[in-house]
């Protein structure tokens, strides 16, 4: 009797969470604010010196230790959980129009993990291809110096998230990021983090995470 009432709870606690996962994915799949760094790109002024900007998700908000360049202003734009259609959705708002030298563009695992969560891993894949290869082409058309970053594929799945995730996000990380490297435009320049960190395995070190999905200070550091 105690097993089946463990059983029970277990299967309901999956079931709300999958439940919650699935509602979230579906909405971070669709574009939102673009009024989270409107004061401070406001307050920036003119650039006195080169202006790089990272844009990105929480890998880019989160950047620790942040690195710092003797003869470049560095300016920080991410947004935890954001996919590439958000990102695109801020992108003139919160890189293009800071008048910046360069922008470090970092996007993607969000819509991947949506996608493998909604069963639509496969189009969402080439949805985040076409979105990054848009953000890249604008910014290079602006005259700027990009540098495109692959997508750092997770470590191996805590079974915590097993309910919403599979092992098919590994294969997305690896079809996006082939499409990546192939990608030939002039002033675009690929900086492969995946394969550095991951040294072509499928899952990422232990040591370069977190928790399965974020860098710790080793995976930044690297």
């Known amino acids: 009797m105690l ?15 999958r439940k919650y996962y699935l509602e979230r994915a579906a909405v971070r799949l669709n574009a939102v604010d673009t009024q989270r760094y409107a004061r401070d790109n406001a307050e920036l002024g003119p650039p006195e010196r080169a202006r790089l900007v990272f844009i990105g998700d929480s890998h880019v908000e989160g950047w620790a230790p942040k690195p710092a360049l003797a003869d470049m202003e560095i300016v920080w734009r991410g947004m935890n959980g954001e996919t590439s259609a958000q990102l695109l959705y801020r992108f003139q708002l919160d890189a293009l129009a800071l008048r910046p030298t360069g922008v470090v563009i970092q996007s993607g695992m969000n819509d991947l993990l949506g996608g493998v969560a ?20 604008m910014a290079a058309e602006s005259g700027l110096e990009v540098y495109l970053l692959t997508v750092v594929r997770p470590a191996r799945l805590p079974l915590w998230r097993r309910p919403v995730l599979s092992d098919a996000i590994y294969d997305h990380v690896t079809e996006v990021n082939e499409e990546l490297r192939a990608l030939r435009t002039k002033g675009v320049h690929i900086v492969d983090v995946d394969r550095a960190l991951s040294c072509s395995s499928r899952e990422l ?3 370069f995470s977190v928790d399965a999905l974020h860098l710790s200070a080793a995976g930044f550091r690297s």
Do not use: F, H, K, Y
């Open 118 to 137: 909604l069963s639509d891993g496969d189009q969402v894949a080439q949805r985040t291809v076409r979105n990054l290869e848009s953000m890249a082409a």
């Open 205 to 207: 070190p232990a040591e």
């Open 3 to 17: 097993l089946c009432l463990v059983t029970a709870i277990a299967a309901t606690g999956a079931w709300l969470a």
